[in-house]
C-alpha cells in the first residue's frame, strides 16, 4: 500500500525535486493551491485536498486542510488497533509525511507600504495546525518545515524505508520552533497594532546568525541570534568584509561604538574598550575626528574597537594601519582603504548603514529566571529642559564641550563623569561606586588639559565634592541632570569658582 505525503508549501524551492524523489519511493501525493499546481506542471502524479476531504476550498481559500480526513490522518496513531479502526471506519487513510511551510507574514510586514488587512491575511492558520498535528505525532509522521532538511528525510527513506525517530524528533522541535516564531512575530505586531505597551506575556523571536567559539570567557559557550526585522543599524546586520569571525567580546564592543557614535551628526570617531568609550573625537573631517579620539587616550585605543561615521579612505587608512585594532566599523571604505587595511590579516572591517533611525527600540536585559524590558535611552539634549543654575552663563566654546560630553557620558557605566573640550574626550570616569572617585579618575586622565575643559556627569552630585575636585582641576563648566536635595550646595560651589553649571533634568544611568 503507497504511504501518503502531503505537501503546501509557500516557499517552493525543491518542492518539485522533493515530490519526484517521493513518489519514486511509492508515496502518494496529496497538495493544494500554488504547490499542487507546480507539481502538475512538471508531469508528476497528485491529489487535491479537495479529493481527500471531499469537501471544497471555502472562504477564499481560508479552509481547506482544516478537515477531520487531513488531520485524521496526521494524528492517528499507526498500529494502534483502536485508531487503524476508527480510521477504516471513516475511510481515512494515514498520513506518512508532512512538508508544509507557512504564509510569508514576515515578509508581509517587513514591507513599508504593507496594510493592517493585507497583514493579517497573511497569518496562515491551516499551515500551523498541520504542522503541530504532526510534530505531535513524530513517533509515525515525519515533518518537515525546512527545505535544507530534504535531503536528510530522502536519504533515510531510501536507506530504510521510513526515517528514523531520532531524525522524527529532531524535525518535530525545529517545527514547534517555527511555529512558536511565527505566532511571536504575530503577537508582537497585534500587540503593536492595539497599542499594549506591557502586555501580559512577552514573546520575541530570534534567529541563530552565528554560533561563538566562546562567550565572554573561553569557558562559557555562546552564540549571536539576530531579531528579525531589527534595526538596520545593528552588528547583527553588519557586512563584514575582512577578518576573523566576531567574538562575544568584540559584539558587545562593537555595539557600544555604535551606540555612541550615533549620537552624531558631524564627523566624528569612537573608540572603545571592555564597553565604555576610551577617545571621542569629533572635527571638520572624519580624519580630524579619529586623529582626536587617538589623542584623548592614546595607550586605551590599543586593541580596541574603532566606529567612523563617515566613509574611510586610503590617508585615514593609513592612520588606522599604525596601531593594533580588532574591529574598525565605518559606513564605507574605498578599495584604496581596504588594500591598505586588509595586509593585517585579523583585522575585521564592517559596514553597515549609519542613515538608520533606532528610535523606538526597546532593550532586553536578562536576569537569573526573569527578563528586564525597557525603551531604548534616546534622548537627547535637545529635548531636555534645559537651565544654567549659576550666575555664569557657558561660552559658546563651553557649550560645544558641554554638548560633547553630555552625548557621551549617556553611555559610559555608571557612576559616570566625562571631561571634555570641544573636540574631544579628554578623561573617563567609568562604573565608579561613588561619583567623587568617577571625578577623580577622569580629572586625572585629563590632566593638565581639564584646565578650561567642561564636565559631564550621568546623574546629580549628592554633594559639592564633585564640583570641588573639578574647579581644583581647572574645569570652567560642568553639565548634569540636577535634581538633588543638595542642589543648592553644588550652585553655591560653582559659583564660589566661576564654573558655569547646566541642569538638564535628565538622568543617563547606564547600568
Known sequence: MKKRALLSVSDKSGIVDLAKELISLDFEIVSTGGTKKMIEEAGLPVMSVSEVTGFPEILEGRVKTLNPFIHGGLLAKHGEESHAKQLQEQNITPIHLVCVNLYPFQQTIAKPDVTVEDAIENIDIGGP????????????????????DYDTVLSELKENGETTKETRRRLAAKVFRHTAAYDAMIAGYMTELAGEEQPE????????????RYGENPHQKAAFYEQPLGSEFSIARAKQLHGKELSYNNIRDADAALQIVKEFSEPAAVAVKHMNPCGVGVGTTIQEAYERAYEADSTSIFGGIVALNRPVDQVLAEKLHEIFLEIIIAPEFTEEALSVLTVKKNIRLLTLPFDQNTKGQKVLTSVEGGLLIQDLDSYSLEEADIRVATKREPTEEEWAALKLGWKVVKHVKSNAIVVTDDQMTLGVGAGQMNRVGAAKIALEQAGERANGAALASDAFFPMDDTVEAAAKAGVTAIIQPGGSIRDEDSIKKADEYGIAMVMTGVRHFKH
Open 201 to 212: 506575556k512577552a514573546t520575541f523571536t530570534y534567529e541563530l546568525k552565528q554560533t561563538l
Open 129 to 148: 495546525a498541520m504542522l503541530r498535528a504532526s510534530a505531535k505525532n513524530h513517533e509515525y509522521v515525519t515533518v518537515v518545515v525546512d527545505a535544507a
